[in-house]
């Protein structure tokens, strides 16, 4: 069983910036992505960013320009850089790891708060 664990939400405000960690265990050669999603209160969860082990990315509309995806993938790590932060973007982050066969593992989230 593997681990996915996130680190580095905060609060900040409108307009700052912060920067997620996830660190999982799995080798890139189990791994097809790594993703981030987010649960604002009362809300569903949302998909916001895709890294593939290509190095490819993709973002939800909302966050794109603002919300970059990046890792190490000799460290087992992937970041979520967030600037100019909205207050719309306060809620629990989480990520998503997804290996080759299909399966799907999460961290317990982190809290991200922006106040205006």
């Known amino acids: 069983q593997g681990q996915v664990v996130e680190s580095g939400g905060g609060t900040v405000q409108a307009g700052g910036s912060l920067k997620l960690t996830c660190v999982h265990s799995w080798d890139i050669f189990d791994l097809d992505s790594v993703h981030w999603y987010r649960q604002a209160p009362g809300k569903q969860r949302e998909w916001i960013a895709r890294?593939?082990?290509?190095?490819?990315?993709s973002y939800t509309d909302s966050v794109m320009g603002r919300f970059t995806i990046f890792g190490d993938a000799a460290k087992n790590v992937v970041h979520l850089q967030m600037n100019n932060l909205k207050p719309e973007d306060t809620g629990v982050y989480y990520c998503k790891i997804e290996q080759s066969g299909g399966q799907a593992s999460w961290g317990q989230g982190t809290q991200v708060t922006v106040s205006s």
């Open positions: 890294r593939g082990t290509d190095g490819s990315a």
